[in-house]
């Protein structure tokens, strides 16, 4: 990957800096199908060793997409998945559900769609408001005792919420959105880096083409080092702290290969100092 190897996600499992997020790969109808195989197929070839999806993405079908791709899994794969939101069968909508009988059904369903006995990596999509954290955490504990998941990570969660759920079992990842155009969960990014948790920011290059002052200065950079503004977004999230693993998604081969190819993007100290000034920051020692 470059200057940016691995990060030891869990303290034990090495992942290249920069993963992929399967969320926007159509499942239908089979042409659509064949391409977004040929993706995840072609993520691995680029040396992506973090591959996310989600009980979320199509109810399921995202993860079975991924199985077909990629199983059996290379050993230097390692695919995370999510749980924690169910659909509401009155009205069809998403709603959380941390229950931890919930949590353990959709465990289950997760280990059968992805064909394994184990899941590397799995996080609770969102913190259920209407269960206590400490079960919600408390079952993914359990969980992991039993070998059913390896590592668990948590997703869209402040300091503190961090922090309680530390104290209940050990927490390897935490998804939260960031970018160099959305810095507000900074101090969740320092809390991580304290703890040498990996921080995987979800839409990490969104807003690169938009048409907004900070988007025209990134395409500045950009120019200046012939890059895209999405490489410059995530070489910017790779130069900026080492638990930082981003996991672009996207449904073409030559998108994938550009992210990735944004490890070999070098930011000289004034660039990286003009990207740092984009975006409102939270001070870190706020929770």
Known sequence: MGPHDAFFLGGDFPVARIGFGAMRLPTAPDDVRTTSVEVLHRAVECGVTLIDTAHLYGWGANEELVAEALHPYPDDVLVATKVGIVRDPATGDWRPDARPASLRHQVDEGLRRLR?????????????????????????????????????????????????????AEIASVQNRYSVFDRAHEPVLAACEQAGIALLPWRPVAGATADTPAAEAVAEIAGEVGATPAQIALAWLLAHSPVLVPIPGTSRVSHLEDNVAAAQVALSPAQRARLDDLSPVVPRAQA
């Not at 999509?125 to 070998?147: C, F, M, N, V, Y």
Request: no cysteine; aromatic share 0%; charged share 25%.
């Open 116 to 168: 394994v006995e184990q899941i590397g990596l799995l996080q609770l999509h969102r913190l259920d408001p209407a269960t206590p954290l400490p079960d919600q955490i408390g079952a993914l504990g359990d969980l992991q005792r039993e070998g059913k998941i390896a590592r668990i990570g948590l997703s869209e969660v402040s300091v503190d919420e961090l922090m309680q759920a530390r104290e209940i």
